[in-house]
C-alpha cells in the first residue's frame, strides 16, 4: 500500500516538473483559473501570435547605434546595439609618380673679349693693342705668348699673357696654365690698365671663374652677346687762337681722352678733319704732331685747312682704324681781310 503511494506521489511530482518547464519554455503563463486567455499577444483561443523579425523589433538602419529587443525569459529586455564591423580595409593612397630629373643643359660658355676698336699694326712691331685684337680670336690665342714673352714686362702685356694661358687651358690645348693665370691675376689687381687691359684683364677673372666652379670642363669662349667696344675714345677739348677764332693755317690743339692706340702709329693710321676737309702741319714730318697730356690723354696738332669755309661753326672729328670721335661746332674760321694796297696817286 505505502509502495503504492510512494509511485503515485513520485509520477505527480514528475508530471508537474514537466508542465512547469513546458510552460518556462513557451512563454505561457503558470497554470491556474487564467491559463485560457494566453499570454500577452496570444492570438484567439490562446494560440501565440505569429510574428515577423521586423514585427517583434524595429530593424534600424545601417550602422544606427540604437537599441534592440530579445526574447529573455517571457520578457523583452534592451542590448545596446554594435555597429556591424567592417569587412573591407581602407584603400591606400595613391602612388604620385616621382618628377622627372631636368635633363642634363650644356655649360654656359665663358664670355670672350669684346671688339678693340682695331689697331692696325702699321709699323710691324708688336705693342699690346694690336696683339689684343689678335686675341679676339680664341683659336689664336697661342700667337700671343711669343709677343708677351720678348716684350717688356710692363702690367698691358702680363695680363695678355695671362689671359692666353688661361685661354689655352679652358679649350684643353697644350700650353695652357691655370695656375700661372691665376698668380697674375692676383698680381695686377687694382693696377692701373689701359681700356683694352682693362677689358683683358676682366675676360681673364671670368676664366678663372668657370674653372673655379667647373674644374674638369673644357669650352670654347664665345663673344660677348652685346655690342659696345672695349675702347671708347673721345675729343675732349679743342683749343684754338685766343679770340676763338681760327685762320686758315692757324694750329688747332685736339685733346684725346681714352686714346687706346700707338701715337706713334696714329700719325701713320690716324686722320684728323676739321669741317669735313683732312687736316695736317704742314712743319711736320708727318703731316701730325702727337704728344702725351696730363692723365694719359694724348694731343695731337694740326693746321686749319684753307678749304673750309669762313664764318660758321666747324666739327672736329678724329679717326683710327674702324674708331672715330667727334666734337661738334669746335672750329669757327674768320674771314681774312685783304690790306688795302698803296693809294693811286691824284690827278694833277
Known amino acids: 500500500m505505502r509502495a503504492s503511494l510512494g509511485a503515485r506521489i513520485s509520477g505527480l511530482l514528475i508530471t508537474g516538473a514537466l508542465a512547469v518547464s513546458l510552460t518556462a519554455v513557451l512563454g505561457g503563463a503558470p497554470a491556474g483559473p487564467d491559463a485560457g486567455a494566453g499570454p500577452p499577444g496570444a492570438g484567439p483561443g490562446g494560440t ?3 510574428r515577423t523579425a521586423e514585427a517583434a523589433a524595429p530593424s534600424p538602419s545601417a ?3 540604437g ?3 530579445s526574447p529573455e525569459g517571457g520578457r523583452r529586455s534592451t542590448v545596446p546595439d554594435t555597429p556591424a564591423p567592417r569587412t573591407g580595409t581602407a584603400a591606400p593612397p595613391p602612388v604620385r609618380p616621382e618628377p622627372a ?6 655649360l654656359a660658355a665663358p664670355v670672350w673679349l669684346p671688339a678693340g676698336p682695331r689697331s692696325p699694326d702699321s709699323d710691324g712691331a708688336p705693342d699690346p693693342a694690336s696683339v689684343y685684337d689678335r686675341l679676339r680670336t680664341p683659336d689664336r690665342c697661342a700667337d700671343a705668348l711669343p709677343a708677351a714673352a720678348a716684350a717688356a714686362p710692363d702690367d698691358e702685356w702680363r695680363v695678355l699673357g695671362a689671359l ?3 685661354c689655352l687651358a679652358v679649350r684643353g690645348v697644350s700650353g695652357g696654365d691655370w695656375e700661372a693665370a691665376a698668380r697674375e691675376h692676383a698680381a695686377l689687381a687694382g693696377r692701373p690698365l689701359g681700356c683694352k687691359g682693362r677689358a683683358a684683364y676682366a675676360v681673364l677673372g671670368g676664366l678663372l671663374e668657370f674653372h673655379r666652379a667647373h674644374p674638369a670642363a673644357t669650352a670654347r669662349p664665345v663673344s660677348p652677346s652685346r655690342g659696345g667696344t672695349a675702347c671708347d675714345f673721345r675729343v675732349a677739348s679743342v683749343r684754338v687762337g685766343g679770340d676763338g677764332g681760327a685762320r686758315p693755317g692757324d694750329p688747332v690743339t685736339i685733346e684725346l681722352d681714352g686714346a ?3 701715337p706713334a702709329e696714329f700719325t701713320r693710321a690716324g686722320e684728323v678733319s676739321v669741317g669735313g676737309v683732312p687736316a695736317t702741319d704742314p712743319a711736320a ?3 701730325l704732331v702727337m704728344a702725351a697730356g696730363p692723365g694719359g690723354r694724348l694731343t695731337v696738332t694740326v693746321g686749319v685747312p684753307a678749304e673750309v669755309p669762313a664764318g660758321s661753326p666747324v666739327d672736329v672729328v678724329v679717326r683710327y682704324a674702324d674708331a672715330r670721335a ?4 669746335a672750329v669757327t674760321v674768320v674771314t681774312v681781310l685783304d690790306s688795302p694796297g698803296p693809294s693811286a696817286p691824284s690827278p694833277s
Do not use: I, L, N, Q
Open 48 to 50: 501565440p501570435e505569429r
Open 260 to 262: 687706346f692706340f700707338d
Open 101 to 106: 630629373a631636368p635633363p642634363d643643359r650644356p
Open 63 to 65: 550602422g544606427s547605434t
Open 326 to 329: 667727334v666734337r661738334e661746332d
Open 285 to 287: 714730318p708727318d703731316g
Open 164 to 166: 692666353a694661358r688661361a
Open 67 to 69: 537599441p534592440r529587443t
